[in-house]
Structures are given as structure tokens and as C-alpha cells.
């Protein structure tokens, strides 16, 4: 009977009837809108085993097309697209802004980017979100993130818009946050100085300042980066004690200083008993929401990342046949219930795929 147990519930997931936590119901079922042929060329990120999945419930409708798949990483994405190699290019980040120029460079317009999943919440290496945590004796309990740029960002005179120098992003000084009384908090926190950490140069740190530093890479002077505990960023030397790893960060630093806040992400933090996690509102006066895994899908909690596709389309072309149907497929409610089977990810709400369905017409 147990051997029955999970494949049984595999095909009614696959069938649409639930999708374990997640109410995909709000997603439409994939209707194909004209039959396709021809070979589909994949290059970049194997989303943890997630696009094969997709390829093969994609060629149940449309036997006739194949898939030409390179999947080293992401970081081949841009490059394969810019050089005319792949016509899908899977990313599980952002792109840099050597990218983005370099496409621009080539093409003289931008890439075309679908969201098609979001990062995890809690699973190592699949673009996790980024949570904030304080000392567990501070009592705040929440921030904005115009404040979280207050704390870790830095006055500026503008900052990137993709690869434009944007002068509305500039900020004064006025609005750095160096003490917990800035915060609100009062007594022996009044005067303290804020002591920040979080990650070194990395893609989880780039997503940090498109986010939350409008893309600028202005940080509050006192900020300390470390890469993540167990990565191939750990220097050779540090292969024992890891001293420049996340997790020594929250044991040996944040637990052991009261007036520090750190960010990081929930793989990493999950290690480490004791940071207090904190909520975050978008905005001033919006709801202030706790990290949890339902609120990274639901989208609510404002640092969820995001999984894509980029690919070419000129302006004012249409999309190649073969690659929207693909598309449509993934952001359908088939495509989604992929994802929760497949665990390494988070399904869209039904309004966000609504809106990357749209970009393909």
C-alpha cells in the first residue's frame, strides 16, 4: 500500500483536483491555442530538475517537439541568449548589469524576462528569499523596506535602472538609520549604533539591492558580508571553521551582539537556533507580513525572488509559436502543480501568472 501512496498522489496533483498547501484553483488548465513542431533549445539553469518535468508534460499535448537542452547554470543563460545559441534561456536570478548591457549592446533593445516560478522558501540552492533577523532580545518586531534601506544603504546620488543611472533614486543622508532610536525603540536601545551584516557579493546580495537599495551599491560603512556557510565561496582556508560562512555570522556575531540585524536566507538561518525573524512592509502603512512559506507564495512578504525565462523578442514581434505555447504551458495550472511535485520551488499566485501570461501576447 505505501508503494501505492506517492504516485497516487502524484497523478491526482498532476490531474488538478488539489495541490497539497497550495490552491492553485485560480490558475487555468493548459488549453494549447495551435498545435507546434520543431526543436525548442534550452540554455542555462535546469531549475533542480524542474524544466525536464516540464518538457515532458509540455510534449504530451505537442508530441512533435523536441528540446535541445545545455544546463550548466545560470550564469550560461545570458551569454547563450546574446550570442544567439538557445531560444529559451532559464535563470533562477536577476541579471547583472554586464548582461544586461551586453544584450542591449548586441540587439539594441532588452531581453524579454517571464516569471515563471518563485524561489524557495527554506530549500538550499534554489534561490531562496531573503529574511531580516535581530538579536532575540530586541523587541522590534518590524520594518519597512524604505527603512531597511535606511539601516543598510547609504545617501546616494542615484542608483542603476537596469543599466540607466536613475537620479530619482537618489536619497540624502537624512534618511540613513544608524541608531535603534530612529527605529523607535527607547531605554538602553535608544543610542545604541545599528550594526548590520548579511552576504557578500553574490546573486542573493544584487537581488538585496535591487530590492531594497533601488540598485545601489552604496551600504551603511559599518556593514559586514559573509558568503554562505558550505558554499564554493568558502575560502580554502576557512574550509574548517568556516568563519566567513553565514552561519558563524548569526552564532558568533548577531547572538552575540543585541544592536546588530542581519539578513540572510532561511536555508541558512534554519542552522542556527536563536535570530529572531522579522515582518516586512513594502511600503509605509502597508501590512507588515511574517516570513513564512505561505506568504513567500502568496507573494505577500515583499522579498520573494523569482524564477525566468529570458528570451529574445524584439519589439513589436510576436512571440516564435512554439516557444509561448511552451510558456503557456509552465504558467498554466498543470505547470504550476509541476512545481510543488518537484519540491525545490514555489508556485505564482494565479494573478501574478495572469500577468507573465500576458507578456506573451
Given at each position: 500500500?505505501?508503494?501505492?501512496?506517492?504516485?497516487?498522489?502524484?497523478?491526482?496533483?498532476?490531474?488538478?483536483?488539489?495541490?497539497?498547501?497550495?490552491?492553485?484553483?485560480g490558475?487555468?488548465?493548459?488549453?494549447?491555442?495551435?498545435?507546434?513542431?520543431?526543436?525548442?533549445?534550452?540554455?542555462?539553469?535546469?531549475?533542480?530538475?524542474?524544466?525536464?518535468?516540464?518538457?515532458?508534460?509540455?510534449?504530451?499535448?505537442?508530441?512533435?517537439?523536441?528540446?535541445?537542452?545545455?544546463?550548466?547554470?545560470?550564469?550560461?543563460?545570458?551569454?547563450?541568449?546574446?550570442?544567439?545559441?538557445?531560444?529559451?534561456?532559464?535563470?533562477?536570478?536577476?541579471?547583472?548589469?554586464t548582461?544586461?548591457?551586453?544584450?542591449?549592446?548586441?540587439?539594441?533593445?532588452?531581453?524579454?524576462?517571464?516569471?515563471?516560478?518563485?524561489?524557495?522558501?527554506?530549500?538550499?540552492?534554489?534561490?531562496?528569499?531573503?529574511?531580516?533577523?535581530?538579536?532575540?532580545?530586541n523587541?522590534?518586531?518590524?520594518?519597512?523596506?524604505?527603512q531597511?534601506?535606511?539601516?543598510?544603504?547609504?545617501?546616494?546620488?542615484?542608483?542603476?535602472?537596469?543599466?540607466?543611472?536613475?537620479?530619482?533614486?537618489?536619497?540624502?543622508?537624512?534618511?540613513?538609520?544608524?541608531t535603534?532610536?530612529?527605529?523607535?525603540?527607547?531605554?538602553?536601545?535608544?543610542?545604541?549604533?545599528i550594526?548590520?551584516?548579511?552576504?557578500?557579493?553574490?546573486?542573493?546580495?544584487?537581488?538585496?539591492?535591487?530590492?531594497?537599495?533601488?540598485?545601489s551599491?552604496?551600504?551603511?560603512?559599518?556593514?559586514?558580508?559573509?558568503?554562505?556557510?558550505?558554499?564554493?565561496?568558502?575560502?580554502?582556508?576557512?574550509?574548517?571553521?568556516?568563519?566567513?560562512?553565514?552561519?558563524?555570522?548569526?552564532?558568533?556575531?548577531?547572538?552575540?551582539?543585541?544592536?546588530?540585524?542581519?539578513?540572510?536566507?532561511?536555508?541558512?538561518?534554519?542552522?542556527?537556533?536563536?535570530?529572531?525573524?522579522?515582518?516586512?512592509?513594502?511600503?509605509?502603512?502597508?501590512?507588515?507580513?511574517?516570513?513564512?512559506?505561505?506568504?513567500?507564495?502568496?507573494?505577500?512578504?515583499?522579498?520573494?525572488?523569482?524564477?525566468?525565462?529570458?528570451?529574445?523578442?524584439?519589439?513589436?514581434?510576436?512571440?516564435?509559436?512554439?516557444?509561448?505555447?511552451?510558456?503557456?504551458?509552465?504558467?498554466?495550472?498543470?505547470?504550476?502543480?509541476?512545481?510543488?511535485?518537484?519540491?525545490?520551488?514555489?508556485?505564482?499566485?494565479?494573478?501574478?501568472?495572469a500577468?507573465?501570461?500576458?507578456?506573451?501576447d
Amino acid at each position: 500500500m505505501k508503494q501505492l501512496i506517492a504516485p497516487l498522489a502524484g497523478l491526482l496533483l498532476a490531474g488538478g483536483l488539489f495541490a497539497g498547501e497550495f490552491d492553485l484553483s485560480g490558475l487555468p488548465a493548459y488549453q494549447p491555442q495551435q498545435p507546434v513542431t520543431g526543436v525548442i533549445r534550452n540554455y542555462g539553469f535546469a531549475f533542480g530538475g524542474l524544466l525536464k518535468v516540464w518538457e515532458e508534460g509540455f510534449r504530451k499535448y505537442h508530441p512533435d517537439v523536441t528540446f535541445a537542452d545545455t544546463l550548466p547554470t545560470s550564469d550560461a543563460a545570458f551569454p547563450a541568449l546574446v550570442t544567439g545559441v538557445t531560444d529559451l534561456a532559464p535563470d533562477g536570478g536577476e541579471p547583472a548589469i554586464t548582461e544586461l548591457l551586453s544584450f542591449f549592446e548586441v540587439y539594441g533593445y532588452h531581453a524579454t524576462d517571464v516569471v515563471v516560478a518563485s524561489g524557495t522558501y527554506d530549500v538550499e540552492g534554489r534561490s531562496p528569499g531573503i529574511v531580516v533577523y535581530v538579536h532575540p532580545d530586541n523587541p522590534l518586531t518590524q520594518l519597512t523596506l524604505a527603512q531597511l534601506d535606511g539601516i543598510f544603504g547609504a545617501e546616494r546620488n542615484g542608483a542603476l535602472r537596469g543599466f540607466k543611472w536613475d537620479l530619482k533614486a537618489a536619497r540624502g543622508a537624512e534618511k540613513n538609520i544608524r541608531t535603534w532610536g530612529q527605529l523607535g525603540l527607547t531605554g538602553e536601545w535608544a543610542d545604541q549604533p545599528i550594526q548590520t551584516y548579511g552576504h557578500a557579493p553574490s546573486g542573493t546580495t544584487r537581488f538585496f539591492q535591487l530590492r531594497v537599495l533601488r540598485n545601489s551599491d552604496k551600504w551603511n560603512p559599518n556593514y559586514r558580508g559573509y558568503v554562505e556557510t558550505g558554499s564554493k565561496m568558502i575560502d580554502d582556508d576557512d574550509r574548517v571553521e568556516q568563519r566567513g560562512g553565514v552561519q558563524f555570522m548569526l552564532r558568533e556575531e548577531l547572538l552575540k551582539n543585541k544592536y546588530g540585524i542581519a539578513w540572510t536566507v532561511v536555508p541558512q538561518a534554519s542552522r542556527v537556533p536563536g535570530p529572531k525573524p522579522i515582518a516586512l512592509a513594502a511600503e509605509e502603512g502597508g501590512p507588515s507580513v511574517v516570513p513564512t512559506k505561505a506568504t513567500f507564495q502568496d507573494r505577500s512578504y515583499p522579498l520573494v525572488r523569482n524564477l525566468y525565462f529570458y528570451l529574445n523578442r524584439k519589439p513589436g514581434t510576436a512571440v516564435d509559436p512554439k516557444l509561448r505555447e511552451f510558456l503557456r504551458y509552465i504558467l498554466s495550472r498543470e505547470g504550476q502543480e509541476a512545481i510543488v511535485v518537484n519540491g525545490n520551488y514555489l508556485p505564482l499566485p494565479a494573478t501574478l501568472a495572469a500577468v507573465q501570461r500576458a507578456r506573451l501576447d
